[in-house]
RNA sequence: GGCGGUGUAGCUCAGUUGGUUAGAGCAGCGGAAUCAUAAUCCGCGUGUAGGGGGUUCGAGUCCCUGCACCGCUACCA
């Protein structure tokens, strides 16, 4: 049995439609597996469907259905989607299946076995449409950050995970392991993270009912950790088939976002930990790809279905563009203008109008075929080194995730070949009989040079790959792994199907004005350029209206009583006079003043400033002061004055 | 504030362990060719390598230090 190769993506959650950036993720993992079944691995892919928690009860609830019928109706939403994108997956999980059930009961049992749950209080601020808990500074106004809307105060017994225990033995596998965590930029973040500590994880909840219920205790279910994680492990067998999970586990890389990518290198690795179960080799966090200048967000609805850029150009061009635009693991744009500058540049130009030069050619000067027995074999062109060359380039970039650079290395390949037409001048060569030989030794050295490119392309854009293959008259799409299929032989012969081209070029002036997505928002990049050009628009030197000014309420106030706040080294809770009232505030000033000295001194302040809490501290308004050499100090009237006197 | 990263041609980016005239693609300009999707091929870049300082015979490549931006994080308010 050759070397497994077991890749999964993070499973989706299924509250609303897929969009580009599950488009992203699942294609360039379905081109990391692809290059692994050509490398000749037994490759398992792994997607599913994240389908419990209250915000699918809800997207049910406002659709009119169960939210069993709508993770089945999102199941299929998903699936055809992906289908689409030609996504090549050998497993599909979804959390409500029963496989995945008991694999979760599985893990929790030996967890527990080993000694590493406990039952305790779990007290915090819970927003509904994170599902998640929140410390006090974590809210804004006191309201969710992400959705601005009021979380309620949860207090209840609850399953703990002891993942503080795993601290140090989660340090040392990822030192122990460089390549565990990819890119190594998301490495330093997830050691920086550990060596700040870490809490116990809350994993079950009280009073959800649309999840696994918590074995033995009827009234919760088990929190997304133990749930949505264990798909990696459920969707290969664990829990339900031994031998499949021996087959596939560990897994080679978990491809994620670098949002989550945290949570894949610190509770995901305890959890198996505590199992005693193998560890994945590879977590790989890649980067977002930004449209119309926001992050694609399921939560703010701001999508665009990749179905719409398929229907452009078919899903191989989206899915070219994506996998050679992007650095992987890097954050990237997609605009249509870079879109259709790659597709009609790479696609249509290079390679599109090589297969097409070639193969007219060869219909046109040898009738289609070049037979088994012609004059081929004598190395006229040199692109037998070549593709030697690019092949082991490319091969090496596929096995190092760097999906751009392979892509680009073989278009090295096309650009060489076309350079050879130049030089070969076939068409020459077709007008004296004498050089038919030569002729017909050009072209099969062309045709097995694209043959070749079709093959190492595949990974990318499998369906055109074999669109080209059937120009080339070969049978069949997948073909032999790449230690065959790459090697350079003389075909017995080659009976050409020309036809139109495969990737026909986009005429920009008729690229019509529906497929031009939310123009009035500007890409992140472009406000960066703005910014950079013009930085009196948006910088601090800007001058403003008086109106501005007006809107910011200084007054003066006199410290009443000043006192470090508890657990800060930085912060003092003053009390201040305003005249007409008393206000605490927090400021970060105790380095600097001594609480004893503050009393009686006079000082500005931000009277409307919105309140905040810090460290747990109610603050309502800002106290001015000014840094100069690490010194600060607080401004005050020249004189005293009375206070609640305003600024201006 | 702390940690990490980035800053190279108009645009997107490569640049191995410091070593000859700093590269590629795109865009632009000029030319050739005509098999082909107005496609292809050839030629054309004096780039303050963000700024300053240093080590070295020699630095984009190492060290120090400001700057700008990005990410993570924090007791910013």
Request: hydrophobic content about 40%; charged content about 25%.
């Amino acid at each position: 049995m050759s070397r497994k190769f077991t890749i999964t993506t993070a499973i989706d959650y299924v509250n609303a439609k897929p969009h580009l950036g599950h488009a992203y993720e699942k294609i360039t993992a379905d081109a990391i597996a692809r290059a692994h079944r050509a490398l000749g691995r037994d490759v398992f892919f792994l997607i599913g469907n994240d389908e419990h928690g209250t915000k699918i009860e809800k997207s049910a609830a406002a659709a009119g259905v169960s939210p069993q019928e709508w993770v089945d109706r999102m199941a299929e939403v998903y699936q055809s989607t992906y289908e689409k994108l030609l996504i090549s997956w050998d497993g599909f999980i979804r959390t409500t299946e029963e496989r995945h059930h008991s694999g979760v009961r599985e893990i929790l049992a030996r967890v527990r076995a080993n000694g590493w749950i406990r039952r305790d209080k779990y007290t915090g601020w819970y927003c509904e449409g994170c599902e998640a808990f929140y410390t006090e500074k974590d809210l804004v106004d006191g309201k969710c950050p992400n959705h601005d809307t009021e979380p309620r105060w949860v207090e209840e017994e609850n399953w703990f995970f002891r993942l503080s225990d795993f601290r140090d033995r989660l340090l040392a596998h990822i030192r122990e392991n460089p390549g565990f965590i990819r890119p190594e930029s998301r490495r330093n973040e997830v050691v920086a993270f550990l060596e700040g500590g870490l809490e116990d994880l809350s994993i079950s909840r009280a009073g959800v009912k649309w999840g696994i219920p918590f074995p033995e205790d009827p009234n919760a279910v088990v929190y997304v950790w133990f749930d949505a994680l264990t798909n990696y492990i459920s969707g290969v067998g664990f829990g339900t088939d031994p031998a499949e999970f021996a087959r596939r586990w560990p897994a080679s890389v978990h491809v994620v976002g670098k949002d989550i990518t945290r949570f894949h290198c610190v509770i995901w690795p305890a959890m198996l930990m505590a199992a005693d179960i193998e560890l994945p080799e590879c977590v790989f966090g890649h980067g977002f790809i930004y449209q119309s200048g926001t992050k694609m967000s399921k939560s703010l609805g701001n999508i665009v279905n990749p179905l719409d850029v398929v229907d452009v150009t078919g899903a191989d061009a989206l899915r070219y563009f994506l996998i050679r635009e992007l650095t992987y693991g890097k954050d990237g744009d997609f605009s249509w203008d870079a879109f259709i500058a790659r597709y009609n540049a790479e696609l249509a130009n290079d390679l599109g109008n090589l297969v097409k030069r070639t193969t007219d050619m060869t219909a046109r000067f040898l009738g289609g075929e070049i037979s088994a027995g012609a004059d081929t074999g004598k190395d006229r062109t040199g692109l037998r080194a070549d593709a030697e060359r690019v092949t082991a380039t490319v091969i090496r970039a596929w096995e190092d995730f760097d999906l751009s650079g392979a892509l680009e290395s073989t278009w090295s390949l096309v650009r060489r070949a076309n350079q050879v037409i130049q030089e070969k001048a076939p068409w020459e060569l077709a007008k004296d009989d004498l050089r038919r030989a030569e002729l017909t030794g050009v072209l099969d050295e062309l045709l097995e040079a694209i043959r070749i490119v079709a093959e190492l392309a595949a990974p990318a854009i499998p369906g055109k790959t074999d669109e080209i293959r059937a120009r080339l008259g070969l049978a069949g799409g997948a073909s032999a792994p790449w230690t065959e299929s790459t090697v350079w032989r003389h075909r017995p012969g080659w009976r050409v199907a020309p036809g139109d081209p495969v990737f026909p070029r986009i005429d920009r002036k008729k690229e019509p004005e529906k497929s031009e997505p939310a123009t009035e928002a500007v890409s992140k990049r472009a406000q960066k350029k703005a910014k950079r050009a013009a930085p009196a628009a948006t910088g601090p030197a800007a001058s403003i209206g008086i109106e501005q000014f007006r809107d910011v309420e200084l007054r003066v106030a006199t410290v009443l009583e000043a006192v470090p706040v508890e657990g800060a080294d930085r912060l003092l809770q003053l009390t201040l006079d305003l005249g007409d009232e008393k206000r605490q505030v927090v400021s970060g000033i105790a380095r600097h003043y001594a609480p004893e000295d503050l009393p009686g001194r006079q000082v500005i302040v931000v009277a409307n400033l919105a309140p905040a809490t810090i460290r747990g501290v109610e603050s309502r308004g800002m106290i001015l002061a000014a840094e100069s050499g690490g010194r600060l100090a607080l401004l005050a009237p020249g004189h005293e004055v009375a206070p609640g006197t305003r600024v201006s």
